[in-house]
């Protein structure tokens, strides 16, 4: 229990104490045996208050200090920083909201906004008695990071993380890197051709001897935490000499007598089992393919100094002090019939055209037969309000407008319909829209509720739709090819790296980060981080800005060799605990594991790991749990602090305590105060512009501002054009 | 009492002060990391002792700690009305709301409506 506590009740220039009687109530706490200050301060953020606190401290010997102002959400920080500064624990503050949550909200009832005042600040005493000193938990961190998935995001996560001088592994599951955009041909915007893009990358990772890359290659086992994740890697074998001159293996693939569906072509066209994505697919080495050609042993003996179909899987441990997460997508793949999808001749996805293009260099053909026209029918596998993919790809629309613009460009002659629910060529991409409809593209409008049908008429294809652009009118269009614009989709082995690392997915699938505004990239488990496409659709410059928002991120906590995480976490009581799983089950974080204590099964807490959010607290079935700051004894002391009856003594004609003198000195002023002054320094601003301008928000900036118009640190200056708003300068004479 | 949670309906709560819309000065707040860490034990604690109710300002769906906190939010409801059974409290004593970081009005509506609601309970 604390016995020599510090109570300050603020007046916050009248925004409080205008109806709560801050004098009375700092009176009457003062005569209580364990307060030995008991004060009102006018702003006791001012700088000035700061330092008389820090002084009371010091020379009263305070062992616990309650301040009494604004939300904690303000200056939690800042008395915290007191406290420390002046040698005393920072946990052995509380802050009791005495303006958001009692003055303002009861300002008409002034009397009961002092009592309910009372209440809270009893309430706050009762708490920091209780309160014990918590130190903040350092965990050290390895100067190395784990990036999964060596696509457009993952490789340049790991440049930049290899320059600022961490050590790098890059693990990619595929035996190439560059996911999706090695596979993409010309990519919209830049035009630059998606293998050139990964070419360079690949270099640029060669460049640096700290990163590692781990293809064919996935996670098998997760354990430890931010620090110091312990990986377990299963790295598939290429079964090729890797020292055999490419000469050789060149002709040795050429020899190879097998072929079959060419999944990087999408099935479009055959390959052999020994084999690189592309010509020009990096690492450099082919892949032998050793369950097919084990039919074919004399083709193996042949060339046994070559094919090594012994090479074993090889698991390898790492060790990372955070892990970045660029998994991508898959793309939407329509189900058998879905507009005639594989059961229509001539009805493919886009990302199938793309390979077609690559493959067709001179003349566009398909089945043997020159296509001229294409219907593309936008959407599929987007916004479906009934199916599981409710969101906007986001890509499709620009990447089926932008391959419209490659089709004419490379093989002259074509025509091209868009049927399109709505076209969302956003920002820059819009003027690919306007050159589409330049060059003689068509457009047609559908609604979900009336889909386009696709039928075959002798050679052709019939698309039948309702044209929202020309009144619903039933149309039928005929054209040699159809082009489903499939969308992006959580990739479907998303779960497992989900399940690895305990990353929460959205109800989209996608992985979810904490925030989408503020904190884009951040997962709630510490030191994990998401970006590129796994966490929703993106295009490449997307995908890269995020990519590198995590890389600053965890640049920054490598750097710093150490993590320092709050106290305020979940803490057994072993002689109550009975291991019963209960907690453990509710733990999103992993943060509870059976451990023995002195010969007994009890749960221990993962300091690392815990997120102090309290749910395993109330399923305990024997009260074991606490969470640091929020223990029975002090959550039952505040209720019994509500509770209190205290004695006030209502003021006559209420309690408007305007304060006798009307001069503040400059190092009295509020910190709001200040960042308001910084933004009016040269001329005259309305209320509005100064909120905008300081990024505060604009009934708090109402609220200061009428306060320092009262003690005359600004004055109004006449009215803006519209008549709407005032315009207040500083007051020169207030210097 | 009310429980609020730090990261959403605290500040909700607060938006409603700022803003000066009024409820009821008989209202106070506790906040806590996540609304699924109320321990039934605390609800009892303050309806034992004096307060008429209590009401969850929950995070509901915008929880960034768990997925499934509405559910173990409910839970603790749930669990609380039966130990309020055994002490001849009232269930409706308890309620709970989804309640977000701009709920200003609703968290004022609630706390009328639920106070009209206490008011006349005889238990
Ligand atoms: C039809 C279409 C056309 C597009 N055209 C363009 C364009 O022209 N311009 C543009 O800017 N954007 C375009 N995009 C978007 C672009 O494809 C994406 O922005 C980009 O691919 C995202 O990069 P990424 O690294 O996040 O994901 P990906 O490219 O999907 O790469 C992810 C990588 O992670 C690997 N991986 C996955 N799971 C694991 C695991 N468990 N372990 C190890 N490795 C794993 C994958 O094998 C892959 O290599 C297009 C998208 C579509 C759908
Ligand atoms: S729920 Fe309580 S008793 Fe059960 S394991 Fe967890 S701490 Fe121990
Ligand atoms: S407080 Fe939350 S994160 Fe910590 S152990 Fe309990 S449930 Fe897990």
Known sequence: MKERIGVYICHCGGNISDYVDVEELSKMFYKEDNIVVSKNVMFVCADSSQKAMIADIQEYKLDAIVVCSCSPKLHLHTFRNVAACAGLNPFNYVQVNIREQCSWPHSDHPHEATVKAAGLIRAGINRVSHSESLENIEIEVKKSALIIGAGVAGMKAAIELARSGNEVFLVEKDYFVGGHIAQKGQLFMSDQEGKDVITSLYHEIKKYPNITLFTGSTIEKVSGSLGSFHIELKVKPRYINPRVDKQTVKSVMDECPIEIDDPFNLGLVKRKVIYKNYPEALPDLPVVDAEALKVFPDFVAKYKSVLNLTEEEQIISLMAGSVLVTTGYDDYLPKEGEFGYKTLENVITL???????????????????????????????????????????????????????????????????????????YGKQEVLYEQSSKQGDLYFKYEEKEMPVIEREGKSLIVKIKDYLTARKQLEIETDMVVLVTGMMPRKDALQISELFKIPVGSDRFFNEIHPKLKPVETVIKGVYIAGACQGPKNITESVQSSLAATSKIIALLKKGSFSADPIIARIDMDACSWCDKCAEVCDYSALKMIEMNGKMVAGVNKAMCAGCGICAPVCPENAIEIAQYTDKEIEAMIDGFLAKLEINEKEGGSDSTPKESAIRMEEYPQVWKEILAVMKDGKYTIPQIAENSKLNSELVTYHLMTMNKYGIVVPDGMDDKEMYYYYKENEDSH | MVFSTDKISDPGIDQAGLRKIHYSPSVYVISLPCSSGVKPKWIMHALENGFDGVFIAADGHECSFSSRCAEYTNKIVEVSQQLMKAKNINPKRIRMAALCSVCAEPFANHMENFGKILANLED
Request: with cysteine; aromatic share 10%; hydrophobic share 30%.
């Open chain 1, 351 to 425: 990302p199938e055209l793309n390979r077609l293009m690559e493959l067709n260099p001179n003349k566009l053909v398909y089945g043997g037969k020159e296509i001229k026209s294409i219907a593309f029918i936008y959407c599929v596998g987007s916004r479906q309000s009934k199916g599981e993919n409710r969101f906007c790809s986001r890509q499709c629309c620009t990447s089926a407008i932008y391959t419209s613009l490659q089709l004419k460009k490379k093989y002259k002659d074509i025509q091209a319909y868009h049927i399109y629910r709505d076209i969302r060529t």
